[in-house]
């Protein structure tokens, strides 16, 4: 079994917990497909404008999001792809059915 430094579980619990909150897991699924600014997440998951711009937040500060400036707008996504891994599990375990479906899709 490989051991883990301490400064490496702290990160990893530091984006888990960016990870635990139901909007923040809907922003991770709606940014499989790519880059989305704040609005297109807002209209996606029928939050506020405010509510999302938190919770990016959050996710930016640990490390799970990157932001990208252009023009007037800020797009978001995901700064490692091996989330989605995480989330598959999640939705495998969780979500089965909506799982089988995925992999049907591909």
Same mark, same amino acid.
């Given at each position: /079994? &490989?051991?883990? *430094?301490?400064? %490496?579980?702290?990160?990893?619990?530091? *984006?888990?917990?960016?990870?635990?909150? !139901? &909007?923040?897991?809907?922003?991770? #699924?709606?940014?499989?497909?790519?880059?989305?600014?704040?609005?297109?997440?807002? &209209? =996606? =998951?029928? *939050? &506020?404008?405010?509510?999302?711009?938190?919770?990016?937040?959050? /996710?930016?500060?640990? %490390?799970?999001?990157?932001?990208?400036?252009?023009? %007037?707008?800020?797009?978001?996504?995901?700064?490692?792809?091996?989330?989605? #891994?995480?989330?598959?599990?999640?939705?495998? /375990?969780? *979500? !089965?059915?909506?799982?089988?479906? %995925?992999?049907?899709?591909?």
């Amino acid at each position: /079994m &490989t051991m883990w *430094c301490k400064e %490496n579980i702290q990160e990893a619990v530091r *984006c888990l917990k960016a990870l635990a909150h !139901p &909007t923040r897991l809907e922003i991770l #699924c709606a940014l499989r497909d790519g880059e989305k600014s704040v609005y297109e997440l807002q &209209t =996606l =998951l029928g *939050c &506020t404008q405010s509510n999302i711009s938190q919770h990016l937040g959050i /996710m930016r500060e640990r %490390n799970v999001l990157h932001a990208r400036k252009d023009a %007037n707008q800020v797009y978001y996504g995901v700064k490692y792809e091996e989330l989605f #891994c995480l989330l598959d599990v999640l939705q495998e /375990m969780y *979500c !089965p059915s909506s799982a089988e479906q %995925n992999i049907a899709d591909e």
